[in-house]
């Protein structure tokens, strides 16, 4: 019996090797793991908290990340690429933070030069009265939808304002992170919650917008 126990912990132990080299080579053709999968965490001391974005329905491209930039906008204008489904938010030395987007659909959109008049955490969303045509089962927001995660709105909005009014268009948040890069909404810049955060961060009321329609 003791032989026997003697041998079997021989095998045992010869077998080691093996296994630990198998592991090793399945940790080495592993995929690696995602380096933006901690950028979008959750949020919490918000009046909602914010949950994480699962980073894997955001495509590398339209993640937030600081990149090099040329224009002849100032530092603090805000470029909206709706071709490319990005916004550029220009910094010092030919660089720009981008950001990914959602833009309107076509008939939808709107382009031009303004500037961001006003600010809001946690908006309230007031559907135009032609958007109510169109969607009549909008009618109970027609004098507002309430703050929340459910809120087309989202977390944060910034106003363009046109030569002194309101063009009715935002850059807003959104809780659909799928949406980004896509040509989904009503006419609105949409970015994710936690980017369109880190963006009303940066930008101070007066700040200029330009949102280009270029092909």
Known sequence: MQRRHFIAGLTAMSALPM?????????????????????????????????PVDVSLIRPGYRRQLTDYTTTERPGTIVVDTAHRYLYLVAEGGKAMRYGVGIGRDGFTWSGRGEIRLKREWPTWTP??????????????????????????????????????????????????????????????????QDVIDLYSRVPVGSAIVVQQTA
């Open 19 to 51: 296994t630990l080299n198998r592991a090793r080579a399945q940790q080495a053709t592993a995929p690696m793991e995602d380096p933006d999968a901690l950028l979008y965490p959750g949020i919490h001391g918000e009046a909602f908290e914010i949950p």
């Open 128 to 193: 135009p009265s032609e958007m109510i045509v169109r969607q009549p089962e909008l009618e109970p927001y027609r004098n507002g939808m309430a703050p929340g995660l459910d809120n087309p709105l989202g977390a944060r909005a910034l106003y363009i304002f046109q030569d002194g009014r309101d063009t009715l268009y935002r850059v807003h948040g959104t809780s659909d992170p799928a949406t980004i890069g896509l040509a989904v909404s009503s006419g609105c810049v949409r970015l994710i919650n």
